[in-house]
């Protein structure tokens, strides 16, 4: 099954046989919510991606199931009545770091993020350091629930954010 995601994320990427490409075989994504009332985190070691180390195009699948809450109650209200896992059991984000040079450090990502069975175009701030096996990304950045149609009921506005923080650490190696 692993196998078939990764071929997946490859044809998504568009690698080609000559271009030099990267598998991330570690990954770490959490959202934090910050609300008044209470804060409610999640982690989330499922994450694929794939990069064209060429062009710069990169792709995340994320399996939303995939995020453990400290609280077991907390993720079944997360699966069945927020994130709608068995509607929408992914995550995706396409696209292109912009002005790729082939080099580290800061960079702009521009693509599309699907998630909750909406489609939006983002831009998101990462950093590319160089590691023993490959490099590694890491960005933190907030998503807006309304606009992926993420419905919180009125009576828990206290207890989730309208925004959420999302950190991701993906390790990437050769393949």
């Given at each position: 099954m692993i196998r078939i995601s990764i071929f997946s994320i490859l044809l998504l990427v568009g690698l080609s046989a000559?271009?030099?490409?990267?598998?991330?075989?570690?990954?770490?994504v959490?959202?934090?919510?910050?609300?008044?009332?209470?804060?409610?985190?999640?982690?989330n070691v499922e994450g694929q991606s794939a990069m064209n180390w060429e062009t710069g195009?990169?792709?995340f699948v994320m399996p939303i199931r995939g995020f453990q809450f400290e609280e077991e109650l907390m993720q079944e209200h997360f699966n069945e009545n927020y994130m709608e896992t068995e509607k929408y059991p992914k995550a995706t984000?396409?696209?292109?770091i912009l002005n790729w040079d082939q080099s580290y450090g800061a960079k702009k990502?521009?693509?599309?993020?699907?998630?909750?069975?909406?489609?939006q175009k983002v831009e998101i701030d990462g950093t590319l350091t160089q590691s023993k096996k490959g490099f590694n990304l890491d960005s933190k950045f907030f998503i807006t629930l309304e606009d992926y149609k993420i419905k919180i009921p009125s009576a828990l506005f206290y207890n989730i954010a309208e925004k959420v923080e999302v950190t991701v650490h993906f390790e990437y190696a050769a393949k």
């Open positions: 000559e271009a030099q490409k990267y598998i991330a075989d570690s990954s770490y959490r959202f934090y919510s910050s609300a008044p009332v209470e804060d409610i985190a999640a982690d195009e990169m792709v984000l396409t696209g292109k990502f521009k693509g599309e993020f699907s998630i909750h069975g909406v489609q």
